[in-house]
């Protein structure tokens, strides 16, 4: 096979990854918060009820709303627990009932609604570590009365969850073999990938794109480079042996294939493919968030990774241990 036809063969792998990579970026951006239990509240007046939060853009809460005839919303406010009711807090920056925007206010909420109240981001994830709780202000007879529904805090029934079952991975990797295999030496690489949870356990498929160095028959080419272009391809089994808040260490084991190419100086192509198993461990940062709120590598994580690999060329004799360094990054969807 030619450099180029390695190429082509190799584009629509890549290009597929490529778009699987983007779609679970954009998923894992937009997934929300779900209650672990109901988080509910009411009053003779009105009963309130969180079902989703996201922390995105604007911290936005989504809740059901049940009011009595006559019954008004004047403003939202979120506050911690410690704030005086109704009086003090982070006022909402829009207010949607049932799929419309409200900017006049009181708005009637009498009967059944849907109510999603976006607050600013920074103010909102700064009260998300005091113990938050949502007031609504309302209107009616005999007067204006306050009703307080807990947002979130370390008690278990006011948790909230986002469990993932995918992952998209991003990594930029040394590899150093012990000497050249079809005289593919050093390199680097970046790859991208996808992995899906099986309970503890998460199968990963990674593609990516590198160049490493030449050694051996290693004539220049016409634009005076030596070395291969490489497309890397590995799939892995990997599980966290020990996890706490903020940090984890994960352990991998799978199998790997990298192709290399390049132009000789004549115009001929040269590839060169090297296969074999592949094992790694991974020290992690992971993901931290506000009490009540799932956190670890499902949720997020960024680590440094040393693996241990075995090239043996598929066109020759050779092979050869290879130890790698490299800095990866996850999030869940």
Not at 24 to 29: I, L
Not at 141 to 147: A, D, F
Not at 184 to 205: D, E
Not at 255 to 272: L, T
């Amino acid at each position: 096979m030619t450099s180029s036809q390695s190429q082509r063969s190799s584009a629509p792998q890549l290009a597929l990854l490529l778009s699987l990579v983007v779609i679970a970026s954009a998923c894992a951006s937009r997934k929300p918060y779900f209650p672990a239990a109901p988080h509910v509240a009411g009053n003779p007046r009105v009963r309130a009820e969180l079902t989703e939060v996201d922390r995105r853009e604007f911290l936005r809460a989504v809740i059901e709303v049940e009011g009595s005839a006559g019954t008004s919303l004047r403003r939202v406010l979120l506050a911690p627990t410690s704030a005086e009711p109704c009086r003090e807090g982070l006022r909402e920056r829009a207010l949607v009932v049932d799929g419309k925007s409200i900017w006049l206010r009181p708005v009637d909420i009498g009967g059944r609604h849907l109510l999603e109240v976006y607050f600013p981001a920074g103010g909102g994830e700064d009260l998300l570590h005091q113990t938050p709780v949502i007031d609504f202000v309302l209107e009616g007879e005999p007067g204006e009365t306050c009703l307080r529904v807990p947002l979130s805090s370390d008690a278990p029934a006011l948790a909230w969850r986002r469990d993932f079952d995918w992952s998209t991975d991003w990594a930029l990797r040394a590899a150093f073999p012990q000497r050249p295999v079809g005289s593919v030496a050093a390199g680097w690489s970046g790859v991208l990938g996808i992995g899906r949870y099986w309970g503890p356990v998460r199968t990963r498929l990674e593609l990516g794109v590198g160049i490493n160095d030449c050694r051996g028959r290693c004539p220049r080419t016409s634009d005076g480079s030596e070395g291969f272009t490489t497309t890397p391809l590995r799939f892995e089994l990997d599980g966290y042996l020990f996890q706490t808040r903020g940090v984890a260490i994960a352990a991998g084991l799978g199998y790997q294939q990298q192709w290399a190419a390049r132009r000789n100086p004549d115009g001929s192509g040269r590839s060169e493919v090297n296969r074999g198993p592949h094992g790694a461990l991974r020290f992690d940062f992971t993901a931290l968030a506000p009490p009540g709120f799932p956190e670890g590598p499902r949720q997020g994580a960024v680590g440094l990774e040393f693996s241990f690999d075995r090239w043996a060329s598929t066109t020759s004799a050779d092979s050869a241990w290879v130890l790698g360094i490299g800095l990866v990054t996850s999030v869940g969807f």
